[in-house]
Each structure stands twice: as structure tokens, then as C-alpha cells.
């Protein structure tokens, strides 16, 4: 994907030093955006091995936080899912939650926003009803539920805040418009090396899963990243991946749920065809 090498060239050459809460050091900018059109493929990176994420994280991950759950315990026996057993680790011993409790983290947020609004069904119903919305936004932001007076509510705080979607019209080479759905994805901080491509492909097919219920094609999922960084410690490997030329992407088919609705899919339903990709690599993150 050309469009996330330039972002990471982009903050390279242009990102300054800063520290923030974790002690590694980190390049960043703040304010940078990227686009990616679904015309051209499915948004997971081709210059490097996605196919474990795409097995282990992806498709699990967002299931997972579909189900409104906040549990690690429930994402690893449920969703087969094991990425959040170290957070929900380090969130007992720094702030108190419960065993294998995140707190009120994605999951809460997307059902149970301020503990009573089920933000997928309200937006999905709100497409449905009126096609031209310019209100269709999931926040997954709560101030309350991060951070008051200095009380942590979170140890680990939501990076992606904002979805934000819409019905455009696609000028078709005929002449005529075909209606498609875009989602802005607005993410408050970025690591861009090891996280974002996951976010990208994750949240790209919760986009995929709207636009199958509004029955039209995914547009364009555009990237809108507050606070962008690279770690020192993944300097070299992000130098390494700038050199490789990307892929032709692949495309990704959803089946039918067993309900037939957007709220009891399985990892199974999601299919990854024609997936080209050059050789892994281990990107290092912050503890």
C-alpha cells in the first residue's frame, strides 16, 4: 500500500522527538492523513506478512469487540483471541480492574456508549432510514470513561475514536453515479510501524460489514491520524520497509451470518483471496 509507505516516509523525515507516558522514545507529527479506495483492493499491507494477523487479530479482534465485550477472558474463549491478555494484565496491577477486565474500552463504547446507547445498531438504523445522513458518526470516546481529575479509568486508552460514514455518489465512466460507503476513521495515536496497518484492515471491515448491510460497495476508508509515531527502536526496520515496492492488494468476500445480520459473524465468514505479500517482519513495540 503506497499510500501507508508515504505516511511512514512522511513521518520520518519530518517527525520531531518526543516522550510521552511510555519511556521509549518516539519520532511523531501530529496531523496526517491517509486514503484508501476499496476499488483497489482490500487495505492490508503487501510489504510485509499480514497473513498471521489476518488469521490470529484481524478478523477475531473486531468480532470480538462487535460482541460489546471488554474481556480479555471472553476474547481468547470465545473469539480464540489472546492479544489483550498482557493489557488486561498490566490494567489489574496499575489501575485495579478485575481479572482479564479491560475496563470500558472498545466494546462498551460501541454498544454501551455513556453505559446505555448501542451506537452499531443506532447508526446502521440511522443509514438505513435516511440514506443522505450527514450524523451517521460512532464515537468511541467517552472523557468520563478515560480520564477524570487524573483517575485512570482505562490503562490502555482507545486510539481509534471516531468512524464517521457516508453514502457518496461515485461518478461511474458511463456517466452515471453509483452509490458507495465511505468511513472516515479518525485514530488520536498511531503507531504506525506495528499497529495501524492491523487498525486499517480491521476497522476496514467493519466499513465492508456497514456497506453489506446497506447493500453497496465499500467507497473509500480514509485515515485521519491525530498524533502519528514512530518508536525508536523500529527506526531501522521502518527504513528496510520503505525499500520494498508494494503488492497488488487482495479482496475480501463476507458471507452471510447464520441470522443473516451484521451481529453474529464468525472469523469463517471472512475470506482473504489472492493475497500477495513479500516476507515477514517483526516490528518491535513499546512495552
Known amino acids: 500500500m503506497i499510500e501507508y509507505l508515504t505516511g511512514l516516509d512522511y513521518i520520518l523525515t519530518n517527525g520531531t522527538p518526543r516522550w510521552g507516558e511510555k ?15 476499496f476499488k483497489d483492493g482490500f487495505p492490508l499491507l503487501t510489504t510485509r506478512d499480514m497473513t498471521g494477523n489476518w488469521k490470529g487479530i484481524i478478523r477475531k479482534e473486531l468480532l470480538w469487540i462487535m460482541s460489546g465485550s471488554t474481556s480479555s477472558r471472553e476474547a481468547e474463549e470465545k ?5 489483550w491478555n498482557r493489557w488486561a494484565e498490566e490494567s ?7 481479572e482479564g477486565e ?8 460501541l454498544r454501551h456508549w455513556h453505559g446505555q446507547t448501542d451506537q452499531l445498531t443506532e447508526v446502521l438504523d440511522m443509514l438505513k432510514r435516511t440514506p443522505e445522513t450527514r450524523r451517521a458518526m460512532i464515537t468511541l ?13 482505562v490503562n490502555v486508552a482507545n486510539c481509534i475514536t471516531n468512524l464517521h460514514f457516508e453514502r457518496i455518489n461515485y461518478k461511474t465512466q458511463n456517466g452515471s453515479y453509483e452509490p458507495k460507503l465511505d ?3 479518525t485514530l488520536r495515536s498511531a503507531d504506525l510501524p506495528a499497529g495501524t496497518p492491523i487498525d486499517i484492515a480491521v476497522w476496514g471491515l467493519f466499513q465492508m460489514l456497514f456497506a453489506k448491510e446497506l447493500n453497496i460497495p465499500p467507497g473509500t476508508l480514509t485515515v485521519d491520524i491525530h498524533d502519528g509515531q514512530i518508536y525508536e527502536m523500529q527506526i531501522e526496520k521502518v527504513k528496510e520497509l520503505l525499500k520494498r515496492e508494494p503488492l497488488s492488494r487482495g ?3 463476507i458471507s452471510d451470518s447464520p441470522s443473516g445480520t451484521i451481529y453474529d459473524h464468525r472469523p469463517e465468514d471472512f475470506v482473504l483471496h489472492n493475497y500477495q505479500h513479500l516476507e515477514p517482519m517483526l516490528i518491535p513495540t513499546a512495552d
Open 92 to 98: 489489574r496491577k496499575k489501575i485495579g480492574t478485575p
Open 79 to 83: 473469539f480464540g483471541l489472546k492479544l
Open 141 to 153: 470516546w467517552d472523557p468520563e470513561d478515560v480520564e477524570i481529575g487524573g483517575v485512570k479509568k
Open 23 to 37: 519511556p521509549d522514545k518516539v519520532i511523531s507529527v501530529f496531523g496526517y492523513q491517509m486514503k484508501f479506495d
Open 183 to 185: 468511513m472516515i476513521m
Open 102 to 109: 479491560l475496563g470500558p474500552v472498545y466494546g462498551h463504547q
Open 251 to 253: 479482496t475480501v468476500t
